[in-house]
């Protein structure tokens, strides 16, 4: 019986989602190689180490998140419409089997080793950089991503109030609250601004 080939990605998927279910420390390389139909000797030989699946790991939940979220910013949308899709996409991702959000995950957890704070901290940069771009389109540079990461902050501690009581509420109610804000702050600008922005 010929040996069914197994493409990288879903190499990366699937290890993605036992590290995001059971955390990088307890997720074993039995079990990522289980999971990943490869077998201990087959995944090691194209990874080297756990460190180095985790970095891979890392980079395609980036692009994953990059292509399902942070991509809605180029749709052609309104502003609130584009910000709203981003957020509840973002949260569709922490709600997945209540995991809440994988970098922020990952980063509690292996912080502190700092073996992968380099790529985590350029997503949560890459993500402030999209939704202050949306925000650019009314507001100052400057008070876009100022806003935009104090978003980041609430938006984590939401996941994490919703991780801990399992109440989409702590989520729906931020997005609510942050669409609310910036369709607010749209209907306050001049009329010729507001339409440019649209």
Known sequence: MPVKKIDKQDILQRCWEVINREGYHAASIAALAEASGLGKPGLLHHFGSKEQLMQEVIAY???QVRAYVLAVAQEDLPPEQQLEKLLRRQNRLAKHERRGCFFANTALETGRDEVFNSLIVQIFKEWQSTVAGIFSKVI??????SLAYRLQLEHEGAIIMY???GDETHLEDFVRRTVDAF???LKQLPQ????AAL
Do not use: N, P
């Not at 100052?140 to 991503?145: D, L, V």
């Not at 010729?192 to 339409?195: A, I, R």
């Open 192 to 195: 010729d601004v507001s339409e």
């Open 163 to 165: 991780k801990l009581s």
């Open 183 to 185: 369709t607010t702050k």
């Open 140 to 145: 100052s540079t400057e008070e876009a991503q």
């Open 61 to 63: 939940a980036c692009d």
